[in-house]
Structures are given as structure tokens and as C-alpha cells.
């Protein structure tokens, strides 16, 4: 299976070097192939400048017309995304921004982003874990109830390692352009990105982090889980 081989070169780029990168998805186990709708980063350092527009789609990824290929998909699909190895504490998340006429015309910067998936601490286990034992990869649901459109689909790993020092969290961030069928309307909260993340923020920087700080109680950047409908 494509997302088996995908594993086992992921896995071989992480030996080399914890950052990490966004390189493919799949849409109900489809790909439209190796870095194909992703705008993908000029390298895999991690952003740290929460007031930067790099904290929307990377560097360079609010860049305009994007270059990138829509990919089709519908409201409630599957999709998997994969992303080189990292050993570093942190959660994965999921936001939307749209519908858009045309994603590759759509920034991101400003408000207008959902939360529609975020996995932490579960189980004793981060999700960096969880992604590193499927091979890199990391499977949810659009949710049901978007309106039809374009959208910029963002996924965030955030490393905590080293977020016990202020200005310390390191954010890995990849978008891919969707074109989504849907029957519904909008979904709320939203959020503004850069505005919504501040280098304050109790789940950014953590002092305590590797002396009495309890995982169970971590929520990731970005909100709640929004309702679309």
C-alpha cells in the first residue's frame, strides 16, 4: 500500500534529523502523490515567531498565487497525513480556512480558522508517538456539515521539548489545498492566525514541563473543536 511505502521512506529521513516536514495525504486512502497539494516549506526548521505569517502555512506559504494543485474531497472523508518522524513531545492538530473561491489564491492570514481534529496526551502516550508508530502517518475525518468550496486544510505538530523556555515551542506546520463537497455552512469558532497563538499561553510555554507538569490536563493551541453545520 502507498501509505506503507511512504512509511518506510519517512522513517529513513528521520534517522537524520528530528525536524520534521509535511510530504503527502490521502483522501479516503487516495494520493495525489509524493508532495502533490501541500504547500510544502523550504526546509524542515521549525517556526517559532508566532506574530510571523509563517505561523499559517510555513514559510512562504502564504505566498499568492500558491503554485499548488487543489485536490478534490468530500465533507466527512478520511484523510491521512504523513510527516517525517520526531521523538519530541507534542500534539498534532487540524484546522480549515474557507470556503475560498480558489485555494491557490487564499493566504490564510487573518481570521477564519477552524479547529476540526486535535490529538494530545491520550493513553500515556503524545501524539508524536502515535504518528511515529504508524511510520509517520496520521489519519482523521473532515467533519461533515462544510459548505461547498475551496479550502486550505493545516496540519500542525508542535514540539515541547524545549517549551520549559519562553519563545521555546517549536511549531511544524504543512497546508494542502482541498476543493470539498459539501451540503452544509459554516463552522464555529474560527480563529486568527498569526493573532490567535501567544508566546504566553499556558499550552505554549511551559515552565514546569519537566518538573511537575501533568499531560493529562494539555490542550493544544487554537481553541476548541469547531461545529460545522
Known sequence: MLIQSLAIA??????????QNLHQFWVNGVSPGYEIGIRRAPNNNPVTDLKSNDIVCNVGGDKVPSGVQTVPAKEGDSITVAWDLS???G???H??????????MASGVGAGWAKIDERDYVDGHWANEV?????????FKLPTG??????????EMLALHVANTAGGA????GCMQLKITGKGGNCSPTISLPGAYK?????IYIPNFYYGFDPTTYSAPGGAIATCK
Open 170 to 173: 517549536q511549531f511544524y506546520i
Open 131 to 139: 504518528v511515529e508508530d504508524a511510520g509517520g502517518n496520521y489519519t
Open 10 to 19: 519517512t522513517s529513513l529521513i528521520a534517522t537524520a534529523a528530528a525536524h
Open 146 to 155: 462544510l459548505k461547498s468550496g475551496d479550502y486550505l486544510l493545516r496540519s
Open 87 to 89: 521523538t519530541h513531545s
Open 95 to 104: 484546522f480549515l480556512y474557507g470556503p475560498v473561491d480558489d485555494a491557490s
Open 91 to 93: 500534539p498534532i492538530t
Open 199 to 203: 508566546p504566553e499561553d499556558k499550552n
